[in-house]
Antibody, heavy 115, light 112 residues
């Protein structure tokens, strides 16, 4: 069974940094684009960014450009989201998803930005 | 950015009755390969989203056949032929042809 497990969510102060991880199993990770999507409390889904199979292409929503970086380690079946200069509006559950269109999703990890 | 507009945003439905959700994109979602890249997701209360439909009309594995997707270009529809209690949740359309990917605002389906 395909699995995606996010981790790393935490309470962080405004201006702080956090690194999320997504570890996958039961599919060939290196064959797929991967995507991060977030959901603020009580709100809808927001696409954050995607990374190509080999990591050579990355795309981000404007609100996180220059602050967030997506990376991956195909030897470890892992996807990452480095989040810097965090703001209150970044508070959300962060999901990783397989592919550009989210065939499978993880359970999410909560990031809270607050002083 | 491509704007995805859903309607209605709230949809009370009687059990066993049909339901229909509309999604409109600000640009055509027909790609150069001829396929239409529009996806539908279901998010049940307290759960992660789950993709139901890809490329506008293809059901994902395990999705009941009471769910169907249709449309082309910029206008799309998700239909539930007979709503069941387990269908309660929020439904989103989403495009990933253009960067950044974008979701509709979500349509909340509830039982009357």
């Amino acid at each position: 069974e395909v699995q995606l497990v996010e981790s790393g969510g935490d309470l962080v102060q405004p201006g702080g940094s956090l690194r999320l991880s997504c570890t996958v199993s039961e599919f060939t990770f290196s064959n797929y684009w991967m995507t991060w999507v977030r959901q603020a409390p009580g709100k809808g889904l927001e696409w954050v960014g995607s990374i190509k199979e080999d990591g050579t292409e990355k795309y981000y929503v404007d609100s996180v450009k220059g602050r967030f970086t997506i990376s991956r380690d195909n030897t470890k079946n892992s996807l990452y989201l480095q989040m810097n200069s965090l703001r209150a509006e970044d508070t959300a559950v962060y999901y990783c998803a397989r592919g550009r269109t989210g065939t499978y999703w993880g359970q999410g990890t909560l990031v809270t930005v607050s002083s | 950015d491509v704007v995805m507009t859903q309607s209605p945003l709230s949809l009370p439905v009687t059990l066993g009755q049909p339901a229909s959700i509309s999604c409109r994109s600000s640009q055509s979602l027909v790609y150069s390969d001829g396929n239409t890249y529009l996806n539908w997701f279901q998010q049940r209360p307290g759960q992660s989203p789950r993709r139901l439909i890809y490329r506008a009309s293809n059901r994902d594995s395990g999705v009941p056949d009471r769910f169907s997707g249709s449309g082309s270009g910029t206008d799309f529809t998700l239909k539930i032929s007979r709503v069941e209690a387990e269908d309660v949740g929020v439904y989103y359309c989403m495009q990933a042809i253009y960067w950044p990917g974008t979701f509709g605002q979500g349509t909340k389906v509830e039982i009357k």
